[in-house]
């Protein structure tokens, strides 16, 4: 059974970077076929596709924040990790993490996610 588990800072200040680590057990981040998929969910809003590493390390983003979104992985620790840069009160969100397979790797076809993480509040205030 995989099981996915999100940590990290509850609360960040605006301008500074969100830094989240993802903990996998039951399966390793390198299996083949597999994608690993950092998501949100403002307050009263529906859920947001961030980002997203695949089985062999290459990475792909939302347009609306790949500027701003990095996500790497420690094959050695089975974890990966997602750095915010710059946040601002509307990047108040729970976030999960979750994984799906690497041929739909970005779908927002939320069925599509096979486990998840039970998410992490973050909330971006001075």
């Known amino acids: 059974q995989v099981q996915l588990q999100e940590s990290g800072p509850g609360l960040v200040k605006p301008w500074q970077t969100l830094s989240l680590t993802c903990t996998v057990s039951g399966g390793s981040i390198t299996t083949s076929y597999y994608a690993w998929s950092w998501i949100r969910q403002p307050p009263g809003k529906g859920l947001q596709w961030m980002g997203v590493?695949?089985?062999?390390?290459?990475?792909d983003y939302s347009p609306s924040l790949k500027s701003r979104a990095s996500i790497s992985r420690d094959t050695s620790k089975n974890q990966f990790s997602l750095q915010l840069s710059s946040v601002t009160p509307e990047d108040t969100a729970v976030y999960y993490c979750?994984?799906?397979?690497?041929?739909?790797?970005?779908?927002?076809?939320?069925?599509?996610?096979?486990?998840w993480g039970p998410g992490t509040q973050v909330t971006v205030s001075s």
């Open positions: 590493i695949a089985d062999d390390g290459s990475t």
């Open positions: 979750a994984r799906s397979s690497a041929a739909v790797a970005g779908t927002t076809d939320w069925t599509d996610y096979e486990y």
